[in-house]
């Protein structure tokens, strides 16, 4: 199906893997085809449960036992057909000639073996090098992945590199025996975006360097249009469509694709007032029909879409598995994204938007948090002296009714202790927290208790903050029965009831248990538990970086109307810059512990002044090849310092391009560079 | 790694000597005096003046605070006075015991860990499999069955079938090896078939978890034989637990097995402790209590110290 080229390096063809359950048999890959070419770079792209991982893991032969197994279809690496191999030819293979990265630099490493020994490893298992040749090879590989002190470093264990460097390490490993092929599963998902950015940087030339093809398995659209050269887009176990990435992204032939391409965020267009989505969820898949997978959500479907649709050759080496797709051609010259029809209802509000932003400028502070400090004191032992992890240190800033302020920045910047701070479950070590005016220190027992359906919280992770024993519609009604504003249980039924329905949730659900929800319902009966009191203010921390891209917009969408309907207030804490571009009215960007920049949306996403803010920027990928291309690669060096050592002067100078001398001398203090616009460095 | 060793051993002072005062103040609260047991507890019709006098020998009859501190200053001096009921020192009546308990323990541990680790491993491995499904019934059996009931099992098993019942008196193994295991190697197996049951339990969920993290994934990944995968990679993470609970369970063992050395007629530390009790003997009840906690702190110790030895992740300073 894929055409034959005769330089393929692998091909997948028809590919099913099938996994066993006690409930049941699950198709998790479904017919897939694709090849890639020596030193090719292709991506993988899809949500979870889309199939991609399980598809690398079928190439390596390294399919969970006993449940998972290849049920169709051949593999074919370098002319030989890996599926049905014997397990040895093919162990002999993993490693040497197909070497795999996976998703989580922090576990992917034995904890109790030094790294050398785990680089060494198949070095002398697969080209039976001696000892000191394995180790020469080892320092020569670490240095080629970028990290100092390589003999040194090869006698330490995973524990004591950060994650970054465990992912340096990891691609070390993969790329000791000279593969052909490196299958890379989600490499920099765990990462922050600055070191994610050094990651596929590094990736990217060093699999060009050698020669290597490259097998990029995401989610990230932006990642897929700055590195990939080929894109392959899966859903539901299949895979949709095909194509070079400029094809894909300008325009695609398949309706996921393209609601995927409109449901995220993005830093290179003007902002929408909504976003698009993909509504519904994915499917179940063990109840998958034999129609479209898509269909359901699919704004295109008709009778027909009820029948498979296969994967058909389009003109230009193009794929896609869509009965419409003819209908989904895009005239010469245009981009998706570009497209009025995507524009109708998405309307660009630039100007209205400034209006809406000058508008409560004026107005009083609902929240004022002022000079707030948070140190947390570790201690190693009983008896040695505690470290002091600098968490929050001097920030200030307001909100106001009905605003959004966003908080961003990398792991370890402070910004969730800033928001827990806010909710008094941290006692401050120095400031002051104001709500409405009142400092939440002096107040009494019970104003606190007042304050607290005043201020409510969404938490990140919606599988975790949701206990599994209770009923959905008890862990809505429970805060509304603790502070009795509901009298009797029918006002309690009616209240939750009501509260789902604003979420987008059916009245039913109150009777289920969460793990009986996706990740997008838990989520929204997250937000219902938060609107029970009608707050005034919502901390939402990270709401939807846990969330698949298509629910994530879903998401985000309904936070932005609860807020015009009932003027509340949120503090969003985010890492993901676009997301908080397209909800934040005024951002806050941190880097560990201190403010670096504040300043209204448009302002600090157009003219950033603070290299920090603008190193973040130039690392986030934007999903437009054509833009990628033309985008000057300045990834910020370094990794950020741990919080347990104290930073003279400013805490950014370790990696920042413009430092000098001075810029250890003090901490520079935030000043208003322009109307409203602060920055804290000293060489603006 | 010495400041630290230094540290733990300092901090062992202030845990015995707390045990040392609660176990003292813990049996005096209790009812009962060895002397009118010892005296009058056949019937016998002794005069108050000659219990007063024993008394008096044993300094029972001096304040609580003044035998307090007569026990505190014993026990830094290491002498630990002489038992209420036999008369004889108390370092004595364990000193002649403790070596069998110990061989009883050591035996039991081995044995256990013999067959608990290579059992857990591969019922881990190859889970809900016949091996696994065979070593769940056995250790359950196991964790089920009482030890001092096995040994009696295993010694009318042993009359019955050969006729042959082990021997009753204790020789030491440096003067008959033989006689020697042939009398210990029966109250070994009771317990360390169950002692055994808990480690396997515990390397088999062990062997479990470790086989499904993500560095056990990237060792396959990078083409190692399947053995090299378990034997260096999984193994040493696996194990690690276990090492907790085979130094717990035999700092248990230590302290004498009450039942278990009836049955098998030993005269050990469970036997003397027994004993103590019923004759409220106070001096061998305080100092069998502080061996058995020296015994737990040591076994502590060295397991903590292990585990900064195996686990890099540990760091001692």
Redesign the interface.
């Known amino acids: 199906m894929t055409s034959k080229r005769c330089t393929d390096l692998l091909s997948v063809r028809d590919l099913s893997v099938e996994f066993r359950t006690e409930r049941g048999a699950i198709e998790a890959v479904r017919r897939v085809s694709w090849a890639i070419a020596p030193g090719e770079m292709l991506a993988i792209v899809g949500e979870s449960g889309s199939g991609k991982s399980v598809s690398a893991l079928a190439i390596m032969g390294l399919l969970a036992k006993p449940a998972g197994r290849i049920s169709n279809g051949q593999i074919v690496f370098d002319g030989q057909t890996l599926t049905g191999m014997a397990e040895r030819d093919l162990r002999a293979l993993r490693g040497r000639d197909i070497a795999m990265i996976f998703q989580e630099p922090m576990s992917s490493l034995n904890p109790i073996l030094t790294i050398g020994r785990q680089i060494m490893e198949p070095l002398r298992l697969h080209l039976k090098m001696s000892v000191e040749q394995a180790q020469a090879r080892a320092i020569e590989l670490l240095t080629l992945v970028g990290i100092s002190d390589p003999e040194q470093r090869l006698k330490q264990y995973p524990h004591n590199f950060s994650g970054g460097m465990r992912q340096r390490v990891m691609i070390a490993i993969g790329l000791s025996c000279n593969p052909k092929l490196l299958i890379a599963d989600e490499p920099t998902t765990a990462l922050d975006v600055t070191i994610q950015a050094q990651i596929l940087e590094l990736m990217k030339s060093l699999t060009e360097r050698l020669g290597i093809a490259l097998v990029l398995i995401t989610h990230n659209l932006g990642i897929v249009a700055r590195y990939a050269q080929r894109v392959v887009v899966m859903y539901a176990g299949s895979a949709v469509e095909q194509g070079t990435a400029t094809q894909i992204f300008a325009n695609s032939r398949h309706p996921y694709t393209r609601g995927l391409l409109r449901s995220v965020p993005r830093l290179d267009l003007p902002r929408a007032r909504q976003l698009e989505t993909i509504e519904g969820q994915p499917p179940d898949m063990r109840q998958l029909g034999d129609g479209c997978a898509f269909a359901p959500r699919c704004a295109y479907r008709t009778e027909i879409c009820a029948l498979a649709p296969q994967l058909v050759a389009l003109p230009e080496n193009r794929f896609s598995a869509c009965h419409h797709e003819a209908q989904l051609k895009v005239p010469e010259g245009q981009s998706v994204a570009a497209l009025a029809e995507f524009q109708s209802d998405a309307t660009c509000v630039q100007s209205g938007d400034q209006a809406d932003i000058a508008k409560n400028s004026g107005s009083a502070a609902l929240l004022t948090v002022d000079s707030l400090t948070k140190h947390f004191k570790v201690k190693a032992g009983m008896f040695s002296q505690p470290a002091v992890v600098r968490a929050v240190q001097d920030v200030s800033f307001s909100i106001q009714a009905g605003r959004t302020l966003g908080l961003v920045g990398e792991s370890g910047c402070g910004k969730t202790t800033i928001g827990r701070m806010i909710l008094q479950l941290e006692q401050l070590s120095a400031g002051r927290v104001l709500f409405e005016g009142e400092d939440l220190a002096l107040a009494s027992g019970a104003q606190i208790q007042a304050l607290r359906t005043q201020i409510q919280v969404i938490f990140q992770d919606p599988y975790s903050s949701l206990n599994p024993r209770i009923k959905v519609g008890d862990l809505i009604a429970e805060p509304l029965k603790v502070y009795k504003k509901t009298t009797t249980p029918q006002a309690t039924r009616e209240r939750v009831q009501q509260l789902l329905v604003q979420v987008g949730l059916l009245p039913e659900m109150a009777q289920r248990y969460a793990h009986q929800l996706s990740g997008g319902q838990r989520q929204r009966v997250g937000i219902a538990r938060a609107l029970a009191f009608e707050p005034k203010l919502i901390v939402c921390d990270e709401p939807v970086s846990a969330l698949d891209v298509s629910i994530q917009g879903q998401i985000i969408n309904l936070l932005d109307e609860l807020q015009r309907q009932k003027n509340i207030a949120y503090l969003f804490i985010a890492h993901d810059l676009a997301v908080v571009r397209h909800l934040a009215h005024r951002v806050v960007v941190m880097y560990l512990g201190r403010v670096m920049e504040v300043a209204d949306r448009d302002d600090l996403y157009g003219h950033a002044l603070h290299p920090y803010t603008m190193s973040l920027l130039e690392a986030v990928p934007v999903p437009d090849p054509n833009l990628e291309r033309q985008r000057l690669r300045k990834t910020i060096v370094g990794e950020i310092p741990s919080p347990l050592r104290r930073v003279a002067g400013c805490v950014f100078h370790t990696r920042c391009p413009r430092a000098s001398a001075e810029c250890q001398e003090s901490v520079p203090e935030l000043r208003e560079i322009r109307p409203g616009h602060f920055a804290a460095c000293i060489k603006l | 790694m010495g400041a ?1 060793l230094l ?1 733990r051993l300092l ?1 062992v002072i202030p845990t015995l000597l707390g045990v040392a005062v609660l176990v003292f103040f813990m049996l005096r609260v209790v009812p009962g005096d060895v002397i009118e047991l010892k005296l009058r507890g056949d019937g016998g019709n002794v005069s108050a003046q000659v219990v007063a006098q024993e008394r008096e020998r044993l300094g029972l009859n001096r304040p609580l605070y003044v035998q307090l501190g007569y026990w505190l200053k014993g026990l830094v001096t290491l002498d630990f006075g002489i038992s209420y009921w036999t008369n004889r020192p108390v370092v004595e009546e364990i000193g002649i015991r403790v070596g069998l308990t110990l061989q009883v323990a050591i035996m039991s541990a081995v044995i256990a860990v013999l067959f608990a680790i290579p059992l857990g491993v591969l019922a881990g491995l190859y889970r809900n499999s016949w091996i696994d499904y065979c070593l769940r019934v056995v250790t359950i059996a196991g964790l089920a069955v009482p030890s001092f009931w096995l040994g009696m099992m295993i010694v009318l098993g042993l009359l019955s079938l050969f006729s042959w019942s082990p021997p009753v008196t204790y020789t030491p193994f440096y003067v008959d090896p033989i006689a020697n295991l042939s009398q210990l190697i029966w109250p070994a197996l009771a317990v360390g078939y169950r002692y055994s049951a808990v480690v396997a339990r515990l390397v088999r969920s062990s062997v479990i978890e470790v086989m499904s ?3 056990i ?9 399947e053995r ?1 995968v378990v034997i ?2 999984a193994l ?2 696996a194990l690690l637990p276990a090492l907790t609970v085979v130094g717990l369970e035999f700092a248990f063992l230590l302290g004498g097995l009450v039942v278990t050395e009836q049955v098998f007629n030993l005269n050990g530390i469970g036997r003397l402790f027994v004993d103590a009790v019923a004759h409220h003997d106070f001096n061998l009840l305080q100092a069998l209590v502080m061996l058995i906690a020296v015994m737990f702190i040591a076994i502590n110790l060295l397991v903590d110290l292990l585990y900064g030895v ?4 540990i760091l001692y ?1």
């Open positions: 630290y540290k901090l993290e993500d560095y994934r990237t060792a396959r990944a990078k083409g190692l034989f090299t260096r990679h040493g993470n195996l686990d890099p992740r300073k």
